[in-house]
DNA sequence: AAGTGGTCTAGACCACCAT
DNA sequence: TGGTGGTCTAGACCACTTA
């Protein structure tokens, strides 16, 4: 499943990366060679050169100022990727902690078949009865246990002849997203979520070690598949007082032109 | 101020906005035209099609699907945008709760310049006793206040003979955003932000209309200008029970195909 | 095999910012 | 005025999906 001939876009990509991340332009203001100096560096035309600067400033790495220049943003070097990251990409909080070198342990409440209920809805499905395996855990972190999350994917999903030992697969695997394209060769491509505050209550209280008063972040959140086929739904709950999420805002589209 | 002379790619980016919106391809899958197709139809290049796409997919409004074709994504079409998104965009809740129709009404607590004190660090300001502007104001949209907000901006970015009526002019701008470009000349290009839950307290119970222990999300957010100089500090808290932010998770830059 | 989006080039000109 | 990023073109070929 390897991919030979990598394009030149993601080479170009991957030099700027590591020159990034090795501090090449850590330099006063951080900026970088012309985008002609590069194309002529890297060997390639200046289209190419421009279209992974594109994906670099749209990622945040990178900001480009139209007769000035392009420069790294020193913010998203100085500050590394972990949890508070999790809402802004999509992938599990697993991986996020891990990545982190938090050693996150997963204890797993809950792995079973039933009816979608309510969720039908939003997994698209045709009725409440069609069957969802439900994951319910708890993910510690450094002896705090800091999410609670329920999960629950659709069975048709899964090729018929591993349905019947759906529940367990789900537990064992290391997060959803593995899951769902170990066994269900699916990739998630978005996700939409949603987040409030709540209070914890009695249920979250007790496996969080938290207290029925104190706040926690609700994330609901739906997966999509590129076709937009729902892949998951997400019920996750936050340790209000350990966990808080970190974001970057800015105007996507400029719409402002209008010339009517 | 207007430009003139609109590039074609933001041209054929309002057309293709415009032709969703009308929902023109409202039907069955929500597919577009083929890249080459749109390219004769508009009379532009291929490139110039592309790059407008690339715009509407980075902001979610299309999905690319590599051999098959580009599509709308329904889900962005259906659900108006509103206060939900403000979490997503970078702009002012006022506007977008009037985009909304929600006829904000904005309270003005507080407007006084005072020394910049623990928020000298976020702002970058060279001391403690560097003068901000203190902006506290309550939301209040359909008759029920939804959010508190502070604002902080750095007194050294009003032109000098401005500066000693600087509270008063914040305090009479429509937002922060509005009164930066006024006054200031200058623009926000990204907002760091920072969202957790917490539980109102006093002060902002008696302000929100809402009980001390209940849950509010707490946004703390710097905004910075495209050369990263700090433009105001920001601390919101949004009343649990009526506000929730929707956001779109998706992962931003593919680093897997390392090479080595 | 036919149709789609993805990559890539070389070259041109424009708009913006500094000096 | 010189250097930077932004726009735009025409054409080529590749990679992926579907039938």
Known sequence: MVRRNIPLVEQVLHELVSDID?????????????????????????ATVRDALSRLETAGVVIRRHGVGTFVNQFVTEHPAGLQDWFEEAHGFVDALTSLGGDPQVLVLRSV??????????????????????????????????IHSLNAIPLALLPSELQAQGAELASQSDSTFRFLETYCHCRVHHQQSEIRATLAGAHLASVLAYAPTEPCLRVEEVAYSVDLVPLFYGLNHFRGDLVSFRQIRRPTLNLTNVPS
């Open 22 to 46: 090795r501090g090449e332009y850590a330099h006063a203001d951080g900026m970088l060679p012309s985008e002609a100096d590069l194309a002529l560096n890297f060997k390639v035309s200046r």
């Open 113 to 146: 078949i039933e009816p979608a209920g309510e969720m039908s809805t939003r997994l698209q499905l045709p009725s409440h009865e069609n069957p969802v395996i439900i994951l319910e855990k708890v993910i510690t972190s450094a002896g705090a246990p800091l």
